[in-house]
């Protein structure tokens, strides 16, 4: 466990410090009361919950109601780690909307939220921290927009368009003055250049190992949703294997 309370100004210094940044999520009470006790600095209440807890195809379909649920568990533990709600598809398409939910999440027990987005948001973005509430972005691949790129999961910054894209809403965020990014399957070369461009720590995932720290789903690291895992997670854990062993051999011994 952290000894002290971890916030977004603990992940500048560590920026700063070149210390790396080790993110997790975490959807439920024991499981970040597990990774708070290993001492991860950042637990992201993601909505990546809405594919590997609650059997939705992408995270479209996910709801602020079910943001707020999650975010309520995982503030149980009182875990010394920063808690990081994700704003859900459509929860913050103008600026009122975007500090009302935001707002709620911090209700729920939220210390920073997530959007993805860059330079097209930076108004909400700006109006979330106009009420005191830090913000994480997310560049890179979006998942809420995975309908739009006709359901594949592409990685970014390959040519010297989506370069200079990714350059630009970098600059949108760190003139907003967000204190993390997450960059999800951007190429490790601009991954590395915009982690040692801009002051925000980079969080990294499928990116390469240049970002100034490193993000998985949990239950990618841990097998705990066997039926898909990113090619760029190698399991530390095979649980989806192991329950299915386990129960079978307590039936059996019935
Ligand atoms: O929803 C999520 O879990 C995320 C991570 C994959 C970064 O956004």
Not at 57 to 73: F, K
Not at 225 to 247: C, I, M, N, S, Y
Request: charged share 20%; hydrophobic share 45%; net charge negative.
């Amino acid at each position: 466990m952290n000894p002290v309370k971890v916030t977004p100004e603990t992940i500048r210094g560590m920026k700063a410090g070149r210390r790396r940044i080790a993110a997790l999520t975490a959807y439920d009470y024991p499981m970040a009361r597990l990774l708070d006790e290993a001492g991860i600095p950042i637990l992201l209440v993601g909505d990546s919950l809405g594919m590997v807890v609650l059997g939705y195809p992408d995270t479209t379909h996910v709801t602020l109601a079910e943001m707020e649920h999650h975010v309520r568990a995982v503030a149980r533990a009182n875990p010394s780690a920063l808690i990081v709600g994700d704003l859900p598809y459509h929860s913050y398409s103008t600026t009122t909307q975007a500090v009302a939910s935001a707002q709620r999440l911090v209700t729920a027990g939220a210390e920073a939220v997530k959007a993805e987005g860059g330079r097209e948001i930076l108004p909400q973005i700006r109006a979330i921290q106009a009420v005191g509430i830090p913000f994480m972005g997310h560049l890179g691949m979006l998942p809420q927009h995975v309908l739009e790129e006709g359901g594949k999961y592409r990685i970014k910054g390959k040519d010297e368009a989506g370069r200079a894209r990714l350059l630009d809403d970098s600059a949108a965020l760190a003139e907003a003055g967000v204190f993390a990014v997450v960059l999800e399957l951007v190429t490790p070369p601009v991954a590395k250049e915009i982690t040692a461009q801009f002051p925000f720590a980079t969080i990294g995932i499928g990116s390469g190992p240049d970002c100034d720290g490193q993000i998985l789903v949990t239950h990618d690291l841990t097998g705990a949703f066997p039926w898909f895992t990113p090619k760029f997670v190698q399991p530390k854990l095979h649980v989806g294997e192991d329950v299915r062993r386990a129960v079978r051999e307590w039936a059996d011994g019935l």
